[in-house]
């Protein structure tokens, strides 16, 4: 038979490094298609994402026109409402030139910002306000026509040695924009267009960039010197014809991206060569190298490493082989260690130890099932023929005017039908009214008897044993006042505490002897006592302990306490996640 490791390493081989050889053969052979389409994408999301940084930056430039169409002074000045100079003076210095000199700061990119009244000639020699007739060397006719008051102009020019220059266009209006006051001229340094440039080149520091006009004409360009005149033509008719964003040029050689600057009117192009891409394969396939020499070296190791830990799963299975109801109680000895295969040790003897636990726990939970029922059935006598006769005396006493003697027998009715019930489980609520109907007939003989409820309503609907509160008040009334003179007091209370449902009946009665509560917590706690002897219905509250241990775990418990002369109190402490194993044992 092969052995655990000799399996372990077949399965190395043929799971691990065959399939790795065949995959890296078969990723060799894709390689090439798969990293064009790889740096295509990337230069893309590339290229666009720098797009959208531009095209913001020109929208933050462009909401700057809102400060000055909504600069009162300013709409005022061009609407030549100032007729004396000092009020003009005054509103300049104070609300004019600081919005000047704030959207400059505020935005870095603007290089200068300068109004033209359409009809003022004051203040044209204060370098935020210029001659209108001077923008008819910048702007045509077209131009100025296309100026609308939710839309401004872009203007472009590629003159300058440091690169294009932007200038923004927008009408100012008076208030009700019904009457052109004059044109805002934004001008934009050159760094607005060489920061994206820039930022293409950061990643391919070789790349040509190029910007083209909407009939594929290139109107500026960075590094086209690399390209050859037939190489750009062939990317002109390549936009011209509405090519993918991203596509192959020159028979492939060329790696080209583009997006549309709509703002700018332009289509901005980046051109990569295939070979650096290759340049950077072939690095990989050395690291791919290096990764297979490197997976060899390790395979040494790692036989070693299987055969360390094959000996203690080897070790365990044969503890496995020897578990059987009688070896239950004999946990694995070996180490177990601090890695997975020792928490599997560690849970393994917590599970062989609970199995003998449950093991136990279901033989006495049977044992006290069989008592039980044998209580029950010892009460089963002719229950319809009981219900019947007492719903006979009920109205047999109402109609004579007895009430008290008609509640006793609805109460009793009730009693009746809940003890011979032969539902397995019942809920809080339907326990708490089975002891109002107990109390109820006590209170007939014992005419000072009060009792209180303090009931929380959210664990009325927590499911339980059957009699487990009863026989707590039973004991309230049997041995704690029986034989009291004067008031008598029960009061049970239903509290949640830290996962925990206290139940407490307790009553002023004459409490317990310290000799006999002791022997009471020792039968309570399942160890030998003197007998305690209880009447009723015959369940004492050692099966109810048991019982509550058996379906809410044995995290739960019973407790009395009490004062001799003064009063005496019983408690459950029901775990709120019930034990789903417990409770099932506990219905059978």
């Known amino acids: 038979m092969m052995r655990i490791s000799t399996k372990m390493i077949i399965g190395y081989l043929f799971l691990v490094v065959l399939p790795f050889l065949v995959f890296a053969i078969f990723i060799y052979n894709q390689l090439h298609e798969r990293l064009m389409t790889q740096y295509q ?20 430039i462009e909401s700057l026109y809102s400060i000055y169409q909504n600069n009162t002074a300013l709409i005022d000045f061009l609407r030549g409402d100032y007729t004396d100079d000092r009020e003009l003076i005054y509103s300049f210095l104070k609300e004019i030139s600081p919005a000047f000199s704030f959207a400059s700061l505020g935005e870095p990119m603007v290089k200068q910002i300068i109004a033209y009244p359409k009809t003022g000639k004051l203040l044209l020699s204060v370098p935020e306000f210029g001659d209108y007739s001077e923008l008819g060397d910048m702007l045509s006719a077209e131009d100025m026509a296309s100026l609308r008051p939710a839309k401004g102009l872009w203007k472009k020019s590629f003159e300058s040695a440091s690169g294009p220059v932007l200038t923004y266009y927008h009408k100012l209006y008076n208030d009700t924009y019904t009457s052109e006051l004059g044109i805002l001229r934004i001008l934009v340094k050159p760094a607005l267009i060489g920061e994206f440039i820039q930022a293409l080149s950061a990643m391919h520091p070789n790349n040509a960039i190029l910007l083209t006009g909407s009939d594929g004409e290139i109107v500026y360009a960075v590094r086209d010197t690399q390209l050859s ?40 192009v980046e051109v990569n060569r295939q070979d650096t891409l290759f340049q950077t394969m072939w690095t990989k396939l050395w690291w791919a190298g290096a ?17 360390s830990l094959t000996k203690r799963i080897l070790l365990l299975s044969r503890h496995m082989r020897k578990v059987s109801q009688d070896f239950l109680g004999n946990p694995y000895t070996g180490k177990p260690g601090k890695d997975e295969i020792g928490f599997l040790i560690s849970n393994y003897n917590a599970m062989i130890g609970r199995i003998d636990e449950l093991v136990n726990r279901v033989q006495k939970v049977e044992l006290l099932k069989k008592e039980a029922d044998f209580k029950m059935l010892q009460a089963q006598i002719q229950p319809h023929f009981l219900y019947n006769t007492l719903e006979t005396m009920r109205m047999l006493a109402r109609s004579n005017h007895d009430h008290k003697v008609a509640e006793m027998a609805f109460s009793l009715g009730n009693l009746l039908r809940y003890s011979l019930s032969k539902t397995a489980d019942t809920t809080l609520k339907e326990e708490v009214e089975h002891v109002r109907s107990y109390i109820a007939i006590h209170q007939i003989r014992m005419r000072d008897l009060k009792v209180e409820f303090e009931l929380d309503e959210r664990l009325l609907s927590l499911r339980c044993p059957r009699f487990i509160l009863q026989p707590l008040v039973e004991n309230a009334l049997l041995h704690g006042l029986s034989g009291k003179k ?7 209370r239903l509290t949640q505490d830290q996962g925990f449902a206290l139940i407490e009946v307790c009553d002023n009665g004459k409490g317990i002897g310290q000799d006999k509560i002791e022997r009471l917590r020792k039968k309570i706690n399942g160890e030998p006592a003197a007998a305690f002897i209880h009447q009723g219905t015959g369940i004492g509250l050692n099966n109810v302990a048991e019982r509550v241990k058996a379906y809410f775990g044995q995290e739960s418990a019973m407790s009395i306490e009490s004062k001799t002369g003064e009063w005496t109190r019983c408690s459950l402490k029901l775990m709120l996640e019930e034990d789903s194993h417990a409770q099932a044992d506990d219905c059978g």
């Open 486 to 492: 004067g008031g008598k007091q029960i009061a049970v």
């Open 291 to 307: 990764g297979a020499a490197l997976l060899i070296i390790l395979s040494v190791f790692y036989y070693v490493l299987i055969s």
């Open 41 to 60: 994408m990337t230069n893309q999301q590339n290229i666009e994402q720098q797009a959208a940084n531009l095209d913001a930056d020109m929208a933050k």
């Open 229 to 268: 005149p037939v190489q750009l033509a062939n990317i002109q008719a390549a936009i011209r014809r509405g090519e993918d964003k991203s596509f192959l040029a020159d028979r492939g050689k060329l790696l080209v991206n583009t997006v549309r600057a709509a703002r700018l009117g332009l289509t901005l």
